[in-house]
C-alpha cells in the first residue's frame, strides 16, 4: 500500500476520509483513485453497477485486502489495518452481502464471536451467564424479537439477517466502547420481511446518533430515503457526488449505467400471449409439504411465465423446492413434458431438463472457490461434459464457460476465475449458465435477481423473456412485487401455505400492487383465513418491495 506524502488537513466534522484507493486484481483495474468523504452523524451511500467495485472497496475499508495505492483516516488519525480483526478494534464493522453466522451455535455466541476473551475466567472458562446477558442488551437496543439462547439456525433468513445487522452495529458499542463506530452495510435489507426491515430503519436512525454508517444497496428508493450523501461508482471510479433531495432513481440509474433505464423494464410487450393449445411442460398435482404449504395443484405451459407471490411466511420458496425435488414433498406429484407422474427428485429431473436457480446462491447455488467454469458445468458432469467412458471434457467445459461469460455478459470473468471474485449480480449470471447450456424446458426461478443492480435485473430479465420465447415453462417465485407483476403471465398467490388466489397478469391489463398486497396479507372476518375483498393497508407506490 503506497502511504507516502502526508493526508489533507483534517476537515471539521468528518468521521472518515479516503483519498486515492487503487486496487487491481492481475492486469485487471477494480477501483481507481477513489477518495470520499464520511461526516459525523451521516449515512453515505454508494450505488453502481454489478462489478463497479462496491464489494471491493467495502473489503479495503473493513481490512480484508489492502490497497494498491491510498490513504485513509478515521477521526483524523491514520487508518491502514492489516486485517478485519483490527479493523473491528478501530470501530469499522460489517454487515455482508452474505450471510456470515454459524447456524449451528446459540444466538448468543454469533454476536459475541471473536469477543469471548472478555468473558474468561481465569483464561479458560467462559462466563455464559454474562455472554447471554451481554447479549440480550445488544438485540434489546436493536428492538428486535430474538431469543438469544436458541440455536441461530432456528430463526428463518429474514431474522438471521437482522442478527448480523444488530452484531455488526452495536457488539463494539457495547462491549468495545467505540464512541463513534463506522458501520459498512452491504445489501443489508435484501432479506428482510417487511417487520424486520421496519426494525433496521430505526436501528440506522440509532447508530446514526452515535457514528457513520456507509451503506450499499440496489433498492434506488431506500438509498435516496435513507441517505445524506450518494456516491456513484461506475468501472471502479467514482463518477458522481450527489445530493438524495434533487436526485431521481432515474438519475441514479443514468449515472450507474450510462443510459436511461427502459421505459419497458420488465419487457412487457414482448409477452406472449399463449394459444390455449399450448402443451402444459410442468404440472404439479396435490403438492404439499408438512409444516410449509399445505396441497397445491399448478401447471405451466410452454413458453408461459407463472409467478408465485406472498409474504415470508407464505412457503413460496419451500414450494419451489419440492417442485425441483431439492427438498421433495411430503406428497403429491410432478410430471415434466407430459411424462409420468411422480415424487419429484431432482437428479432425475435435471437429466429430464429442469434447471433450479435457488434464493440464496452463495449458500446453494455457486461453490465460491470453483472457477467460473467448474459452477456452470457443476449439473452437466454426467453428460455434456465427459464422454461415454467417463473421460472429463476439459476443452469442450472452458469453450461453454467463455462462451457464456462473454455471451451473458459476466464482467470481470474468465473461465478459471474463482465465482468467489465475480460481484452478485454476476455470479447469479454463473449460476443462470448452468441451466443455459443444457437448454432447458422449465425452469424453477427462486429470487433471480436478489442483491443485483437495476442493470443486470434489466439484462436477467431480457434472458427470461428470451428464454420464454423459446418455449421454456418458467416457474418465477419473487419476494419483489413490481418484477412478480411485470413478468408474470399470471400470478398464483400463497398464503401461509395456502393457494388463495389466482390472479391473470395479460400485458395489456396487469394487476396492481394493492391488489396482490390485499390478497397476500391475511384478512380479519373470515373463518377460513382467505382474504376477502377488504382494502389492503395503504401501499406506498415507491416502495415495490411490499411483497416480502
Not at 414 to 437: F, I, T, Y
Amino acid at each position: 500500500m503506497t502511504t507516502s506524502g502526508p493526508l489533507l488537513p483534517a476537515a471539521p466534522g468528518l468521521l472518515f476520509e479516503a483519498e486515492g484507493l487503487t486496487k487491481h486484481y492481475g492486469p485487471n483495474p477494480i477501483l481507481q483513485d477513489v477518495g470520499f468523504a464520511v461526516p459525523r452523524n451521516k449515512v453515505v451511500s454508494f450505488v453502481g453497477e454489478n462489478g463497479a467495485g462496491k464489494s471491493t472497496l467495502f473489503n479495503i475499508l473493513s481490512g480484508i485486502v489492502a490497497p494498491d495505492a491510498g490513504r485513509m483516516r478515521i477521526g483524523g488519525v491514520a487508518y491502514q489495518p492489516r486485517d478485519y480483526g483490527e479493523a473491528t478494534r478501530r470501530g469499522v464493522a460489517r454487515v455482508f452481502q452474505e450471510q456470515s453466522l454459524i447456524l449451528n451455535v446459540p444466538v448468543y455466541e454469533n454476536l459475541l464471536i471473536g469477543q469471548e476473551a472478555r468473558f474468561a475466567r481465569l483464561g479458560q472458562v467462559l462466563d455464559r451467564p454474562a455472554m447471554i446477558a451481554a447479549a440480550e442488551r445488544i438485540i434489546d437496543d436493536a428492538g428486535l424479537d430474538v431469543d438469544v439462547r436458541r440455536r441461530t439456525g432456528d430463526y428463518d433468513f429474514s431474522k438471521r439477517q437482522s442478527i448480523e445487522i444488530a452484531r455488526a452495529c452495536l457488539a463494539g458499542i457495547h462491549l468495545a466502547a467505540i464512541d463513534e463506530p463506522v458501520v459498512l452495510l452491504d445489501e443489508p435489507t435484501s432479506a428482510l420481511d417487511r417487520r424486520d426491515e421496519e426494525a433496521f430503519f430505526r436501528l440506522v436512525a440509532k447508530i446514526r446518533a452515535r457514528g457513520s454508517l456507509l451503506f450499499v444497496s440496489h433498492r434506488l428508493t431506500e438509498v435516496l430515503d435513507v441517505s445524506d450523501v450518494i456516491y456513484v461508482l461506475k468501472d471502479g471510479r467514482l463518477v458522481a457526488e450527489l445530493a438524495p433531495g434533487g436526485t431521481s432513481e432515474a438519475d441514479l440509474h443514468g449515472y450507474m449505467v450510462g443510459r436511461e433505464r427502459a421505459a419497458d423494464y420488465y419487457y412487457e410487450r414482448r409477452q406472449r400471449v399463449l394459444a390455449p393449445a399450448a402443451p402444459v411442460v410442468l404440472q404439479a398435482r396435490a403438492l404439499a409439504r408438512e409444516g410449509a404449504f399445505e396441497p397445491i395443484d399448478l401447471a405451466v405451459r410452454a413458453g408461459e411465465i407463472v409467478g408465485i407471490g406472498g409474504l415470508l411466511d407464505s412457503g413460496k420458496s419451500a414450494l419451489g423446492k419440492a417442485v425441483a425435488g431439492v427438498d421433495p414433498p411430503t406428497s403429491g406429484t410432478v410430471s415434466l413434458d407430459g411424462g409420468p407422474d411422480a415424487q419429484p427428485d431432482i437428479g432425475r429431473f435435471v437429466r429430464q431438463g429442469l434447471g433450479y436457480v435457488p434464493a440464496e446462491r452463495m449458500a446453494e447455488g455457486l461453490i465460491a472457490d470453483a472457477s467460473v467454469a467448474w459452477n456452470i458445468s457443476l449439473a452437466s458432469g454426467a453428460d455434456l461434459f465427459s464422454n461415454i467412458l467417463g473421460v472429463w471434457r476439459r476443452r469442450r467445459e472452458i469453450a461453454i464457460a467463455e462462451h457464456y461469460v462473454r455471451s451473458l455478459a459476466i464482467r470481470s470473468a474468465a473461465a478459471d476465475v474463482r465465482a468467489a471474485r465475480l460481484s452478485g449480480g454476476n455470479q447469479q449470471k454463473a449460476v443462470l449458465a448452468r441451466w443455459l447450456c443444457r437448454e432447458p424446458k422449465v425452469l424453477v426461478l427462486d429470487n433471480p435477481t436478489r442483491g443485483v443492480d437495476a442493470g443486470a435485473k434489466e439484462e436477467i430479465y431480457r434472458l427470461v423473456r428470451d428464454l420464454a420465447d423459446k418455449g421454456v415453462a418458467i416457474l418465477l417465485i419473487t419476494d419483489e412485487l413490481l418484477e412478480l407483476i411485470g413478468l408474470a403471465n399470471r400470478i398464483i398467490v400463497l398464503q401461509r401455505g395456502r393457494r388463495v388466489a389466482e390472479v391473470p397478469a395479460p400485458a395489456s391489463a396487469k394487476p396492481t400492487e394493492r391488489e396482490l398486497v390485499a390478497l397476500m396479507l391475511p384478512q380479519s372476518g373470515r373463518a377460513d383465513g382467505v382474504p376477502g375483498p377488504a382494502v389492503a393497508d395503504p401501499v406506498d407506490p415507491n416502495e415495490p418491495e411490499l411483497a416480502r
